[in-house]
């Protein structure tokens, strides 16, 4: 099953996406909400009557051509991101400013604002004051049902589903700062889908292949295999810290091949096209484009 929100930046309702057709779940089951918020907060309630829903038997008004809307975010309103830093011990070899990570035993962290959160084909805005503009795919997972402490074997019954994720990076600021958050937490820097794929369909998530591209050019390649710190030990350690609530996202890191860090750098421009795939999971294609008024 593949959930996703749609409509208006800042007013996405839930939906449902079947091959080409997004399914409004209110408009088909008044028993659903219409806020992807709702939709996440009763998550375990309501799982069994999305399972329910058919598609096809959905009334007509109900039924949104995909290429006639705009995708946001799986979760347009999360809580948190969390995102992990030298998750992949080829991400750490590439580049000295993050070879200090090796060092840590333990999944280490950072954050993005909330507001970051973007849709699968959403332009990035280039920020005039940023300088050195980069992409990250990453895994994503988004949490389904509160946990506290929760095991790593438990981990897996608080996790409503996966998508992709591209931890649009500052690296001016990541950098220049000496933490990540303000260079990570630009207005639109974390575009997110195209849709959450439930477990049941997304499969075993421990082994899938991750791929970047600029302009059609090969950038990143590379599998979740080779994370550090899998899924369920990555909830296990951050549910001992905080209290992680149904839709929250965790972004679970990102393997070599990043701009910063090629010869030359092959940071992003404005006229860009940046493209992040997780095996099985989908494509996001996002255009970069200059701030009004230049950079």
């Known amino acids: 099953m593949k959930i996703v929100s749609w409509g208006p930046k800042g007013r996405e309702r839930a939906g449902l996406l079947a091959g080409e057709v997004v399914i409004d779940l209110n408009a088909a089951d008044g028993a659903l909400p219409a806020h992807p918020r709702d939709l996440y907060a009763d998550w375990e309630r309501l799982l069994p009557k999305l399972r329910e829903l058919d598609p096809d038997a959905a009334r007509t008004e109900a039924r949104h051509k995909l290429e006639e809307v705009r995708l946001g975010a799986p979760s347009p309103f999360p ?61 994503a997972v988004i949490v389904g049902r509160a946990c506290r402490n929760v095991s790593a074997a438990d981990a897996p019954g608080h996790i409503a589903g996966y998508c992709v994720l591209n931890d649009v990076s500052a690296r001016c600021a990541q950098f220049g700062d000496g933490q990540f958050f303000r260079g990570k937490s630009f207005e639109g820097f974390c575009p997110m889908g195209p849709a959450l794929v439930t477990p049941d369909e997304a499969g075993d998530v421990s082994d899938l292949r991750l791929t970047s591209r600029v302009n059609g050019e090969a950038r990143q390649d590379s599998r979740t295999s080779r994370m550090t710190f899998s899924v369920p030990e990555i909830v296990e350690f951050v549910s001992h810290i905080f209290t992680l609530m149904p839709g929250d996202v ?3 890191g990102t393997p070599a091949g990043v701009g910063v860090f090629m010869e030359p750098p092959g940071l992003l421009e404005a006229g860009d096209l940046v493209e992040v795939e997780v095996e099985g999971l989908g494509t996001l294609a996002n255009p970069v484009v200059a701030a009004e008024g230049g950079k």
């Open 79 to 139: 809580g948190e991101i969390v995102c992990l830093a030298g998750n992949y011990e080829e991400h750490i070899k590439e580049g000295e400013c993050v070879r200090e990570f090796k060092e840590v035993d333990h999944p280490k962290l950072f954050s993005k604002a909330g507001v970051t959160a973007a849709g699968p084909a959403d332009r990035i805005v280039h920020p005039p004051q940023v300088e050195k503009l980069d992409y990250e795919v990453e895994l």
């Open 250 to 252: 965790i972004a679970t």
